[in-house]
């Protein structure tokens, strides 16, 4: 009988080291102080204002708390993915994780995971908090379904779009361009508000861009409806978003 003590190293299967990652990637964004105030401090703290007062400037109760959610979602998954990416590229983590056995598609995947499982816990913190604020959306099975789908697709065009950005602007560039892009959608994008309450020449505008797009779907959802032109517009936006991705983005 004779032992075999020769080295026999190998990378981890490629699913665990995408779940690794992705843990190790969500980890990282809810440790950060700034993340955590644009992903869910901002967002129930107007969540908050607006049930409680939002009816003396006619907000509408039943679908406001959908505007937040939709406010929410855009936040983590380009604001703070464009941020966080474009530090990591500054300080050269990038181009060291990719001489790792994760690979590109890996390490994107993994920054996909990561930002769906915030989005997921922002959701549910959120949906908690409105509901003990009153709020009772009733959909049916198929609106929610619709939803999902539009919430997929938002998700993925935020994140090629903050990729994008993060790939070409320096670090300090991508924070003050992310953080102003963050103020002007919540302030003007058709995110918190009803595409209806802005003015007839800029609503046509808006009616083409993704935040708008979410927000209407998650408000109609909120309200019972189903409405097929966000879904359109989301999934043209989402293949723009990913071609612009592939291009711009660099990893050093």
């Known amino acids: 009988m004779s032992l075999d003590l020769s080295p026999a190293a190998a990378p981890a299967p490629r699913a665990t080291r995408i779940r690794n990652h992705a843990t190790l990637e969500a980890s990282l964004l ?127 065009t935020f994140a090629a779009l903050a990729l994008a950005m993060a790939g070409r602007l320096r670090a300090e560039a991508t924070l003050a361009a992310a953080n102003l892009v963050y103020l002007l959608v919540a302030a003007g994008g058709g995110v918190l508000l009803p595409v209806a309450a802005y003015p007839a020449a800029a609503q046509p505008l808006l009616h083409a861009l993704p935040f708008a797009a979410l927000g209407q779907t998650l408000r109609t959802w909120a309200a019972g409806g189903t409405d097929p032109l966000p879904l359109a517009t989301l999934a043209v936006w989402t293949a723009a978003s990913l071609f612009l991705a592939r291009k711009a983005f660099r990893w050093m």
Not at 31 to 58: K, S, T, Y
Not at 101 to 119: F, N
Request: proline share 5%; net charge positive.
């Open 30 to 156: 809810l440790r950060n102080g700034e993340q955590l105030l644009l992903a869910l401090v901002i967002p129930i703290g107007i969540l908050v204002a607006g049930q409680l007062f939002g009816g003396r400037v006619g907000l509408d109760p039943r679908t406001f708390p959908a505007s937040v959610l939709a406010l929410a979602l855009w936040s983590t998954s380009f604001t703070s993915l464009a941020i966080t990416t474009a530090f990591e590229r500054r300080h050269g983590v990038l181009e060291r994780l990719v001489a790792t056995p994760l690979t590109r598609g890996d390490l994107v995947t993994a920054k996909a995971l990561a930002v769906a499982a915030i989005a997921a816990g922002q959701v549910a913190v959120l949906g908690v908090v409105a509901g003990a604020l009153g709020w009772r959306p009733t959909p049916t099975v198929a609106q929610t379904l619709v939803l999902v789908a539009a919430v997929l697709l938002a998700l993925t």
